[in-house]
T-cell receptor, first 113, second 113 residues
Framework: EPEVTQTPSHQVTQMGQEVILRCVPI?????FYWYRQILGQKVEFLVS????????KSEIFDDQFSVERPDGSNFTLKIRSTKLEDSAMYFC???????????FGNGTRLTVT | DQQVKQNSPSLSVQEGRISILNCDYT??????FLWYKKYPAEGPTFLIS?????DKNEDGRFTVFLNKSAKHLSLHIVPSQPGDSAVYFC????????????FGGGTRLMVKP
């Protein structure tokens, strides 16, 4: 079964550094998402992306965050200047159609020190 | 933000018995509901969904019930198996299913052999 793949599985970075989290959504999917889960908290929506533009974003997704689909397969989340509170599991997800279920990747654990 | 709540953080069930996981929501604009299962070190895996035009949806051992007037949904697993042991999240979205998902806090299900 096709999968959403995320790399790396674990990223450690120093506060203030830029990080790029990478995702390869399922190939025929058109809608792309980033969610995150801080340890012990709920899974939270960050951003949705369709037709090469952001369609929706949450309050968490401030100017430090950006997303890009640089080619036909990758979908990236960039955090420009990481903060300690950015430490979390970041999940990429995609869906084939507007009303089909989300399929999640296994996540990238980001640790900011 | 407590728009989607799972009041039981954990549930323990004997193998072969029924598991019932509950979820409540407050936002009357939600009309599409999903259940996800999550194993450690993996992303959420889609299980089953239901739209607000239905009150029941069944897929194999999994059945989701929706009570719109009570703003309550439940997931029934019959019969429960040890491999079902995982964290279960309910999620909801608004009038456009392509909108962001709002997740509950999860219920850890333990199925004992």
């Amino acid at each position: 079964e096709p999968e959403v793949t995320q790399t790396p599985s674990h990223q450690v970075t120093q506060m203030g550094q830029e990080v790029i989290l990478r995702c390869v959504p399922i190939s025929n999917h058109l809608y792309f998402y980033w969610y995150r889960q801080i340890l012990g908290q709920k899974v939270e929506f960050l951003v949705s992306f369709y037709n090469n533009e952001i369609s929706e974003k949450s309050e968490i997704f401030d100017d430090q965050f950006s997303v890009e689909r640089p080619d036909g397969s990758n979908f990236t989340l960039k955090i420009r200047s990481t903060k300690l509170e950015d430490s979390a599991m970041y999940f990429c997800a995609s869906r084939e159609e507007y009303d089909s279920p989300l399929h999640f990747g296994n996540g990238t654990r980001l640790t900011v020190t | 933000d407590q728009q989607v709540k799972q009041n039981s953080p954990s549930l323990s069930v004997q193998e072969g018995r029924i598991s019932i996981l509950n979820c409540d929501y407050t936002n009357s604009m939600f009309d599409y509901f999903l259940w996800y299962k999550k194993y450690p070190a993996e992303g959420p895996t889609f299980l089953i969904s239901i739209s607000s035009i239905k009150d029941k949806n069944e897929d194999g051992r999994f059945t989701v019930f929706l009570n719109k007037s009570a703003k309550h949904l439940s997931l029934h697993i019959v019969p429960s198996q040890p491999g079902d042991s995982a964290v279960y999240f309910c999620a909801a979205s608004g009038s456009n299913a392509g909108n962001m998902l709002t997740f509950g806090g999860g219920t850890r299900l333990m199925v004992k052999p």
